[in-house]
């Protein structure tokens, strides 16, 4: 079996990001004080290869902040700490994320030298009028043209979308996906909007001009949105914000922040799809569902609750799961 790619990354909070988004404090978010330099991109690059299995493709990611967006003597500085170990083998390729206006086609043959193979873009909505309410800079069109150049180039393109900002709805979101399914890129990132102490956003929310968009607005919302990439082959390689001390620990206060947003999405797109197995037949009757293997929790629901709503909507007398060699979900009668 081939060893699975692993991740190194390396966190630039700010670097580069030429306005304040209503919502960030890449801080708290990153769980980091301060930006790396050339030097922490050795130590993270030694570190995490003296952890990793041998044999397993490394890519050396930088996060955060704006990276082409950062002046050019610094961005050359964190690339060139990254060169020996390229041309060693020991990583096999770069990624980083950056900004829509931030990108053009002298900075994307710098990073092709650099061996950058992926680009991630934070274009967050689609709308306009969100964008500006959320305090981004740039244009839905600014997105559109940044991820054609970065195809165009050869790179694996990213994007990452946010929903629940300010001045957004469901509709706007799903159209938001829709556009990046014409975008095609490799893959997609999905934050819903977290509210982050301390930042423009919070104090909106203090003041009642902004709703807060919840950990149940985001699940319904996201399981619509994975249909949406799911159907178009558009892998969704994260799903909310990744942990960390500084958020749980009282950072987020309010909004979709939970440490297993996407197993709650998934949870909720099997419940969709065990509803629409079930029939009027079923009332009153023992149901078993198939799963295919390591599907069993997300099936269920988190304290069971895909089982009690069927229970609830069908009146079925019980609802048990079992594992089946299955890519998807059936299901049994008894």
């Known amino acids: 079996m081939t060893p699975r790619r692993r991740l190194i990354p390396v966190f630039v909070p700010h670097l580069g990001c030429p306005h304040m988004c209503v919502f960030c404090d890449q801080r708290k978010i990153t769980g980091k004080l301060r930006p790396a330099g050339p030097a922490d991109v050795t130590r993270a690059v030694e570190e995490g290869l003296s952890r990793l299995e041998p044999g397993a493709p490394v890519t050396l990611a930088f996060y955060g902040g704006s990276f082409t967006a950062i002046p050019l003597p610094e961005q050359e500085a964190l690339l060139r700490a990254a060169r020996p170990y390229l041309s060693s083998g020991r990583i096999t390729d770069i990624r980083l994320s950056t900004r829509p206006d931030a990108i053009d086609d002298t900075i994307l043959a710098l990073l092709k030298s650099y061996g950058v193979r992926t680009i991630e873009l934070g274009v967050q909505s689609m709308d306009g009028e969100v964008l500006r309410l959320s305090g981004r800079g740039h244009t839905p069109e600014d997105a559109e043209n940044a991820a054609k150049a970065v195809k165009a180039a050869g790179f694996e393109l990213i994007l990452q979308m946010m929903t629940g900002l300010p001045g957004d709805t469901p509709e706007k979101s799903l159209a938001t996906a829709k556009k990046f399914v014409e975008l095609?890129?490799?893959?997609?990132?999905?934050?819903?909007?977290?509210?982050?102490?301390?930042?423009?956003?919070?104090?909106?929310?203090?003041?009642?001009?902004?709703?807060?968009?919840?950990?149940?607005?985001?699940?319904?919302?996201?399981?619509?949105?994975?249909?949406?990439?799911?159907?178009?082959?558009?892998?969704?390689?994260?799903?909310?914000?990744?942990?960390?001390?500084?958020?749980?620990?009282?950072?987020?206060?309010?909004?979709?922040?939970h440490p297993a947003l996407g197993e709650l999405v998934l949870s909720r797109r099997y419940l969709a799809r065990e509803m629409e197995l079930l029939s009027e037949a079923d009332r009153g009757r023992d149901v078993v569902f198939a799963v295919s293997p390591g599907r069993i929790s997300a099936a269920i629901g988190q304290k069971r609750a895909n089982a009690e709503a069927l229970r609830a909507r069908y009146g079925v007398k019980t609802v048990k799961f079992t594992e089946r060699p299955m890519p998807d979900v059936t299901v049994e009668r008894i």
């Open 184 to 257: 095609a890129p490799s893959g997609v990132r999905i934050y819903p909007t977290v509210i982050v102490r301390d930042t423009p956003l919070y104090n909106m929310w203090r003041a009642g001009t902004y709703r807060e968009h919840t950990v149940e607005d985001a699940v319904a919302l996201c399981a619509e949105l994975s249909e949406i990439f799911a159907a178009a082959g558009i892998p969704i390689v994260r799903l909310g914000l990744n942990p960390t001390d500084d958020l749980s620990g009282g950072g987020a206060v309010a909004g979709a922040y």
